[in-house]
């Protein structure tokens, strides 16, 4: 079947089987090389996406479900400020991401800095149970998260 969907901001048309799962037409089809399926049974975030602005699994979502949606992967975002920024907060903070983390962390952290209102330090934290990474540290995650909404909110109130 041929469906159509907003990747990364652009048109994306594809054509699926019904068995297809995201994942697959996503890094088959359209190129997106920040997804790998570590697990493929919704365990370890490495296939995180995000569906409309919300973190899913897209190795557990049927491909058909892309359809009409607003698709973000990490690639959206890395030429963004904010990105940068947070790439270097978590070194500073000593979070070092491993490579197999490195999508899911990222995602979320984007997510959360895009999100008005601004999260709150739990909803920051509850957010890495989408990603099942032993490397970082959950409090410097959220530290670097808020560091960077308030630096963002200082700047835009700038004239
Ligand atoms: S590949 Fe592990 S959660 Fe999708």
Known sequence: ?????????????????????????????????????????????????????????????????????????TEYFTKMREYSLLNSELTKEGSALCSSCHNGIMLMGMMLIRSVPAPTRGEILSSLSNVHCDSIDPDDFADAVLKIIQHLGIARKMP
């Not at 969907?5 to 090389?33: H, P």
């Not at 997804?35 to 365990?43: D, H, N, R």
Request: hydrophobic share 40%; with cysteine.
């Open 1 to 73: 079947m041929n469906i159509e969907f907003d990747l990364n901001g652009r048109v994306q048309k594809v054509v699926i089987t019904s068995v297809e799962r995201a994942i697959d037409v996503l890094t088959r089809q359209c190129g997106i090389k920040s997804l790998s399926g570590t697990c493929l049974e919704g365990l370890c975030g490495t296939c995180l996406i995000l569906l409309e602005g919300k973190p899913v699994y897209s190795c557990l979502m049927p491909a058909f479900m892309l359809r009409d949606h607003r698709v973000e992967t």
